[in-house]
């Protein structure tokens, strides 16, 4: 099953980086406020569905474009083109998240990068990898030193003074905060240890589903802003390694209770 996810998520990537060339005429529209799905995002999103469904047909899918086509107890989660926005500015972050769910528990999971040719992948219990290499989170002890990613609010602000309100109590304490613009691959980055930790609030099952599994078979740890497990249905996320979860969430949960 991740050989079938590599392979739709490279299938994705290939269509992706052969749009980058012809950015000012592709068909655009808008979701919601802020929020856009282009012609690369639909059709990224049908090769994935092609090859899935090519395999396993009595799968379930739960795709960000066409929504939900139902299935037996497997349950594809696809964000075809996470950092569409990034995408059609140019701006090179931007990924193809695919993530299997068994009985509603993670499985599997891909991320892949199609400029940096990255891909991050993960099954439950064997661990997380990049390109075919063991990955694990960072050894950072405190929040000392690290380097930490979030999202900022763009389309729902009701609780932007919080979030800022978070932000302003986090910044003192690290040696820096990165707004790369897709969660996933800052999910996957956390995974490898690039990033010491990552939080978000808002974000969608496919935005989150494959970086969540990557992140735990890293050896870190993900919960939602106050500290459970109900991230996937809140939106609202908090990755990072052991010790640094230790220390970012209580400074993170006050804003957010």
Request: proline content about 4%; hydrophobic content about 45%; overall charge negative.
């Given at each position: ?54 395999a396993y047909p009595s799968h379930a ?183 640094v979860m230790r220390a970012l969430l ?8």
């Amino acid at each position: 099953m991740n050989n079938i996810a590599v392979r739709a998520a490279r299938n994705a990537g290939n269509i992706i980086v052969r749009s980058l060339d012809r950015l000012d005429s592709l068909d655009v529209s808008t979701k919601d406020h802020h929020d856009y799905v282009s012609e690369v995002d639909r059709q990224a999103e049908q090769a994935i569905i092609d090859v899935i469904k090519g395999a396993y047909p009595s799968h379930a899918i739960l795709a960000e474009e066409s929504g939900l086509h139902e299935g037996d107890e497997y349950q594809w989660v696809i964000d075809p083109l996470d950092g569409t926005t990034n995408f059609l500015h140019g701006f090179p972050q931007f990924a193809v998240s695919i993530a299997l769910l068994h009985n509603n528990q993670l499985d599997q999971a891909v991320i892949y990068d199609p400029l940096r040719q990255e891909l991050f992948t993960a099954s439950r219990g064997r661990g997380a990898r990049l390109n075919n290499r063991r990955i694990r989170v960072s050894a950072a002890r405190s929040l000392d030193n690290t380097l930490i990613g979030t999202g900022f609010p763009y389309k729902n602000f009701r609780r932007i003074d919080a979030y800022m309100d978070a932000f302003k109590a986090l910044l003192p304490k690290v040696a820096g905060v990165r707004r790369p613009g897709s969660a996933a691959l800052d999910l996957a980055y956390v995974a490898a240890g690039r990033l010491d930790g990552f939080w978000e609030m808002n974000l969608q099952p496919w935005d989150i589903a494959a970086g969540v599994l990557l992140v735990q078979e890293a050896g870190g740890l993900v919960t939602d802003l106050k500290g459970g497990h109900e991230f996937m249905a809140s939106g609202d996320v908090v990755a990072a390694n052991p010790k640094v979860m230790r220390a970012l969430l209580p400074l993170l949960r006050p804003h957010f209770i």
